[in-house]
């Protein structure tokens, strides 16, 4: 039986129990590396990350009926709370007693997204969506990946040789290999990139070695829990509410991004079925889940929609099979240490593809979409977007920073861009949004 449908879509009922596990865990490697970078940042455990990174994306299908192939990876957005409110010890190791105070800022945070979700259950997707049409959130999907782009050249700088072996074999792979091949280019990319790192003696195997088979993923003190000692500070706990709360602003906006995306790439409307409300939901309670158990905020990854886009198998069961592998492999600390010395060449190369894709899943999403740019109203829109999220992203600051009644708050390039975007549709004249178009 042919294992490519109509269009080049493969069928996983096609393709067989193994060749369906392979994809699962492609999906797992297109996660990790920046999955794990954020508890490197931020002093939160690998191995809880990964915990949550898996029951978060449970979770999700949980809530979206199980029909949207999102994998529920760290969010980058929050790194500015927790440098705020928990920031690493001059040696560089975790501040253990601030980080209860950050993560309860973001549980918090996560309750911004059942507000949303709530308000879109009242009074439907189309009026609140009329906010969030493609003219804003494709050039928002477009500034993601562009965004990203200088953490992938900075990796593959590392050693650009590594991460050519892992960009070339994704692409060749991808256009001239067949059945199974083209299906996983990631995971091959990923392998081949790995082995001559390690061959030119860019890994350090020893953190490996002294990593212990199994263990126990989440530390206590780091949890909300470690709120509740002699020590407990109401005031730092209502600072860091403030502070890291208004976050969810943006990354709701990048969520409405990121499930267009997903729709774009699949061609299914998931902003209608199942639902926008049921989306941001499951994204929602993940991260309370995750950020009361001292794992980062979740976030649906567009890592995984550009391997969505790569091997065009769409059937959420895959992603599903690569959420229960992060549980199993979340209680070996031996295997949390193997993808922690992966070079970080091998995870620039292969971050450049999938932001890229990223980038131009935004494109798609504009053109499918027919935006009209002949008005002056969307070349407006989209340009402000643009400049405003790459332009503040890449300048001295990285932030726009103001005070307000004694707080300092900080907006990040994306989160400066998507709200202009948002204002402008909703004031300019002459909007031509349909939700029926909207997939």
């Not at 080049?8 to 797992?28: F, M, N, P, S, W």
């Not at 980058?76 to 440098?83: D, M, Q, V």
């Not at 860019?202 to 953190?207: A, G, L, N, Y």
């Not at 909300?224 to 509410?241: M, R, Y």
Request: with cysteine; glycine share 10%; net charge negative.
């Amino acid at each position: 039986m042919n294992q490519e449908t109509h269009e080049g879509i493969y069928d996983v009922r096609e393709l067989g129990t193994a060749k369906t596990a392979v994809l699962g865990v492609q999906h797992l490697f297109a996660m990790f590396g920046s999955t794990i970078l954020v508890p490197l940042l931020t002093g939160l455990n690998v191995s809880t990350t990964l915990l949550f990174a898996g029951l978060g994306t449970l979770l999700f299908h949980l809530m979206t009926k199980g029909k949207v192939p999102a994998f529920l990876g760290s969010s980058f957005a929050f790194l500015g709370g927790y440098a705020a409110i928990a920031p690493l010890l001059e040696d560089g190791s975790s501040n253990a007693e601030m980080i209860p105070y950050a993560c309860f800022g973001v549980a918090c945070a996560g309750l911004l997204y059942l507000i949303m979700a709530l308000l879109i259950r009242l009074f439907s997707a189309e009026k609140v969506m009329r906010f969030f049409p493609p003219i804003v959130t494709g050039p928002i999907i477009i500034a993601i990946g562009l965004t990203l782009s200088q953490s992938a050249i900075d990796s593959c700088s590392a050693h650009w040789p590594t991460a050519l072996v892992a960009i070339v074999v994704v692409v060749l792979c991808n256009i001239f290999g067949k059945g199974m091949i083209r299906i996983i280019p990631i995971l091959i990319g990923v392998i081949a990139s790995y082995v001559v790192g390690a061959a030119l003696g860019q890994v350090d195997f020893t953190p490996v070695a002294e990593a212990p088979l199994l263990g126990f993923p989440i530390v206590k003190e780091l949890t909300v829990l470690g709120l509740f000692d002699d020590s407990f500070q109401p005031a730092l706990l209502i600072t860091s509410v403030v502070t890291i709360m208004p976050i969810a602003l943006a990354t709701i906006v990048e969520h409405i991004g990121d499930i267009s995306a997903i729709s774009s790439t699949t061609g299914r409307n998931y902003i209608q079925d199942p639902g926008l409300h049921r989306t941001l939901l499951g994204d929602g309670l993940a991260t309370i889940l995750a950020s009361l158990f001292g794992a980062p905020a979740n976030t649906t990854y567009g890592e995984n929609t550009g391997v969505l886009n790569l091997s065009r198998v769409y059937d959420p069961f895959v992603v599903r099979i690569a959420a229960v592998l992060a549980v199993i492999l979340s209680f070996c600390p031996k295997f949390a240490a193997v993808i922690q010395v992966m070079p970080k060449a091998t995870v620039g190369g292969i971050s450049l593809i999938l932001y890229g894709m990223i980038s131009a899943v935004g494109v798609r999403n504009v053109v499918e979409h027919q935006v009209d740019f002949a008005k002056s109203r969307n070349v407006i829109i989209a340009a402000l977007i643009l400049v405003l999220s790459i332009g503040i992203n890449y300048s001295k600051a990285g932030a726009i920073i103001f005070h307000l009644a004694g707080v300092t708050i900080s907006l990040s390039g994306l989160a400066t861009g998507a709200l202009v975007g948002i204002v402008l549709n909703a004031i300019l004249p002459d909007q031509d949004y349909d939700l029926d178009r909207y997939v």
